[in-house]
């Protein structure tokens, strides 16, 4: 009858649970797994979880059960005849019939604290090596990221399940009287001084075992001059950590050899021997060696150790195999071969920032779309390896003006295309020259970069869930006074047809129009989890993502792709980053298709110890890089999020000599740029160049290839001492290459150009004639290239009318040579540089075969007449200048130039006619 009701009981508990938000939030999370083809995760990350719970919580209970079963004897008559026997206070049947209860209960209840970290355990379970070892303890890496962890989350609870044991055995013991009375003494039952002596030898060995764990987790002390552990810790602290942890063990001897043998003297003199060791060993003896032997010569003691953590952070973050290479130089102009170059093809004039507002201004067309970023990105157009800017175009759907249920859940839901632009190049209205534009898409390119798949279904700024393949047509586009609609044709989205599916989903959403409503049909899907870094955390939450996911058109579809790092915050003698930890490695690349909303891990870095284990894991979940489409392939980008990491950490982890990296002789720092008229720290920016030849393979045919850089400047100062780069293309993907400027020799940086911008009498009054006319100079991203062996700076100026926000490119600043020149085009400006002895006509040889530098095709560069004519206009101005200031000498010279200037300019005409 009981065995029934429980049963009864059980049934009614899981019905309940079914039909709870839980359950059914769970359920149809389930679906969603399985829709999206990761069922197995879903389930693995179940089977896991309930394992740890119920095999800990089970294991636990076992040894509670096995304890209290072991004091049952006591509920009898335990002495011999003779001795005085008093009756137990309770009866011993009723306290046997609780003891599985009470076991499970608590069992499971010691273990809960462990069971919610039951990652701990799996990764634990299955730990890879990394194959190299910490220097002071010669332990695998792995054992600190992997066994360390689960050793320190089983110790509370193993203490818990000892100490509680042993009280609740001692009470009964207690309750059960299980004592004799013997010439008017109190004696304990032999059976039962050994069973608390064995329990409390137990917890002593725990503790013991405990103090060998504080060992080890040594390696993430702060104690020293850099993090890990330093002179104090390895010779006071290891020995500390030993000895008290053998005392303690001899303690535990003793307490079971005082079940046999009662000799309490020896327990009591260990105690006390442990209260010393621990004073003197882990505290007075650390002190005084710190004090009097380490300060006094600190960096003679702790040098090993700098040593130690110099070599482990650069392993830790990727940087142990950066190509360090030097760069000298030159003052004097490049040889004009040097334009020929696709890093002068494909410099970047538009600055991310003013044309996000510029795409907006032109290309969103409704209140309801928006770009939520720019990206950069290259492809191949007629055979030529470009760098475009492009952005998706996105349903804003808490910006539309009627948001009934039906337009935000059946009508609007999607967005629509992208709009691409070259980096380089400029309408004569200052605006960029696109590429891909309007809805439906178009491009200029014909074939090479068509949209044949624009909806974009899923994306960042998709945070609502929506239906398909209902009676109610899409909105898909706008077309003049008229809306496209269109039906789904995908595969993404859960079915939800049946009554049952639309009664699920109306219970988990709280929506009962879902339930109501008469436009579904049996082939009605809905779509969830739509915001593309939701998606990804929902599959795979043990991944940390990259906040900057970026849009690739491949077959004509689009994709978004985002990087996904593992990282661990237990590599020993490494000091860890708020959000990053002191372990990262970008081994997984993910793509999501923008119309099916299918996701795909693939691994990039198969050496990598974490994310071997989580293969291990979740069997089925990776694929091999190989296995990505060449299409997509083609458009890896090293992520700038981690860059930017490396490049802070390097700033003081290039110094690799201890004593320098201890008196921080060398430290850098990012350097700072303006933009818009406020001072902030230079971003790092993707460019298409050509790396000098010596700092990368020797004998290899130079070739442009898609980087990352940044540069650096001394700390506290401002000239520039290196730039890194990071590479993507092919083969080389991720290589770190370090160019180091001659210590000796002045290289400019970029604040130093900026400050010889404002300098400049000619750009500053050009600023300062815009400023009063009501529009706002916008300086955009200082690009600091190599250009042959010289450094070419380049800044665009863009000018904002106060009234509007449509930001238009109108001067380009060029840098070059210790030469600081703005024009109206990245052509006239390099012209103005190499003027010296040449015409412009003879420049133009040197580009001919090239995409006009900044001009859409079509639209010619200026010719001969109109540079010398605004060469003679800014000569005119100047004497203008001249004679308000008094200087009629310079007035004087500035008038016979202008003189020649006319006479060549009329002879141009002359040549002409």
């Given amino acids: 009858m009981m065995r029934r009701l429980i049963l009864i009981l059980l049934a009614i508990g899981l019905i309940l649970v079914g039909v709870s938000p839980w359950g059914i939030r769970l359920y149809t999370d389930w679906l969603w797994f399985e829709h999206m083809g990761y069922g197995f995760v879903f389930g693995a990350r179940l089977a896991w979880m309930w394992a740890v719970r119920l095999g800990l919580g089970l294991v636990f209970s076992i040894f509670l059960f096995a304890n209290f079963k072991a004091t049952h004897w006591a509920f009898e008559r335990p002495f011999q005849e003779g001795q005085t026997y008093e009756p137990p206070l309770f009866d011993g049947r009723r306290i046997r019939r609780s003891l599985h209860l009470v076991s499970l209960l608590l069992g499971f209840a010691i273990t809960s604290g462990l069971a919610m970290n039951w990652e701990v355990v799996t990764r634990f379970v299955n730990r890879t090596p990394f194959g190299s070892v910490d220097p002071v303890f010669q332990k695998d890496i792995g054992f600190y990221v992997f066994s360390l962890p689960f050793f320190e989350q089983l110790y509370l609870p193993l203490q818990g399940l000892f100490v509680i044991t042993f009280i609740i055995v001692g009470l009964s013991y207690v309750v059960t009287r299980v004592v004799s009375i013997v010439n008017g003494r109190c004696v304990l039952a032999s059976r039962a001084r050994v069973h608390l002596s064995l329990l409390l030898a137990l917890i002593l060995a725990l503790k013991a075992g405990n103090y060998l764990l504080g060992m080890y987790q040594l390696v993430y002390s702060p104690r020293g001059a850099v993090f890990g552990a330093s002179y104090t810790d390895v010779h006071t602290q290891i020995l500390a950590a030993k000895v008290l942890a053998i005392t303690m063990g001899l303690v535990a001897i003793s307490v079971v050899w005082n079940a046999f043998q009662p000799r309490l003297r020896w327990i009591v003199s260990g105690v006390i021997l442990l209260v010393v060791e621990s004073v003197l060993l882990g505290s007075v003896y650390p002190n005084l060696v710190q004090r009097y032997v380490v300060e006094p010569n600190e960096l003679a003691k702790e040098e090993r150790f700098i040593a130690y953590n110099i070599e482990a952070t650069r392993q830790a973050f990727g940087l142990d195999n950066i190509l360090e290479q030097e760069f000298v130089p030159r003052d004097e102009l490049p040889p004009k071969s040097a334009l020929q170059t696709e890093t002068v093809e494909n410099i970047r004039l538009w600055d991310w920032r003013p044309l996000i507002e510029t795409y907006s201004q032109l290309q969103e067309f409704r209140l309801y779309y928006d770009f939520a970023r720019v990206d ?338 001394p700390a506290q100062k401002a000239n520039m001492v290196a730039w890194l780069a990071a590479r993507n293309d092919g083969e080389h993907y ?135 004519a605004r060469q003679a206009l800014q000569l005119l101005e100047e004497a203008h200048l001249a004679s308000r200031n008094g200087d009629w000498a310079r007035y004087g010279e500035l008038l016979d130039e202008l003189e020649g200037l006319l006479r060549e300019l009329a002879d141009v005409e002359q040549t002409r006619d």
């Fill in 376 to 713: 950069t990105d290259r492809y191949l157009v007629d055979g030529e390896y470009r760098q475009v800017m492009l952005a998706p175009r996105e349903l804003a759907i808490e910006q539309l003006q009627n948001r009934s249920w039906v337009n935000e859940r059946l009508q609007y839901t999607h967005g629509y295309g992208i709009v691409m632009s070259p980096v380089n190049r400029v309408t004569t209205e200052g605006l960029p020259d696109l590429w891909v534009y309007d809805i439906p898409p178009k491009s200029k390119l014909g074939d090479t970069l068509e949209v044949t798949r624009p909806e974009i279904y899923y994306g960042e700024l998709t945070n609502h869930y929506v239906f398909v393949q209902t009676q109610v047509p899409e909105f898909d586009y706008p077309r003049g006074d008229q809306n496209a609609e269109v039906f789904y044709q995908g595969s993404g989205g859960v079915p939800m047809g049946s009554l049952r599916r639309r009664l699920l989903f109306a219970a988990r959403f709280g929506d009962s129009k879902i339930l109501w409503s008469q436009s579904f049909t049996k082939n009605s899907r809905v779509m969830y989890y739509r915001n593309i870094q939701e998606r990804v955390h929902k599959l795979a939450p043990f991944l940390r993502y990259d906040q900057e996911p970026y849009m690739v058109v491949a077959d004509g579809r689009l994709y978004w792709m985002l990087d996904a790092y593992t990282t661990s915050d237990r590599y020993p003698y490494v000091k860890p980053v708020s959000g990053w930890g002191n372990y990262v490695r970008n081994s997984v690349k993910v793509v999501i298709d923008a119309y099916n909303g299918t996701v795909d891990f693939y691994v990039l870095r198969e050496d990598d110890p974490l994310v071997n284990t989580l293969g291990k894991i979740y069997p089925g979940l990776f694929q091999p890089f190989s296995a990505m489409p060449a299409a997509l392939r083609a458009h890896i980008r090293y992520p700038e999020e981690l860059f930017l990491l490396q490049a802070r950490i390097y700033a003081t982890y290039h110094m690799g000599n201890p004593r320098v990296f201890y008196n921080r002789e060398d430290l850098w720092s990012l350097p700072q740029e303006i933009y818009g008229d406020e001072k902030i720290e230079m971003q790092a920016y993707y460019t298409i160049m050509e790396l000098p030849d010596r700092a990368v393979d020797s004998g290899r045919e130079s070739q442009a290839e898609f980087i990352l850089m940044l540069p650096f400047t």
């Fill in 734 to 868: 991720g290589q770190l290459v370090l160019h180091k400027f001659p210590k000796q020799k002045l290289t400019y940086g970029p604040m130093q150009i900026e400050a010889r911008i404002d300098q400049d009498a000619e750009i500053s009054r050009q600023l300062a004639l815009w400023d009063q006319k009501g529009s706002r100079v916008v300086r955009g991203n200082l690009l600091v290239l190599p250009l042959g062996e010289s450094i070419l700076y380049v800044e665009p100026l863009y000018l904002q009318a106060e009234q509007g926000e449509l930001p238009e490119l109108r001067r380009v600043i060029v840098s070059l040579g210790g030469k600081i020149v703005m024009a109206e085009s990245l052509q006239e400006a390099l012209w103005w540089l190499f003027n010296e002895g040449i015409s412009p006509s003879s420049l133009e040889p040197a580009i001919e075969g090239t995409p006009m530098l900044n001009y859409p095709e079509g639209e010619s560069s200026l010719s001969t007449v109109e540079l010398k």
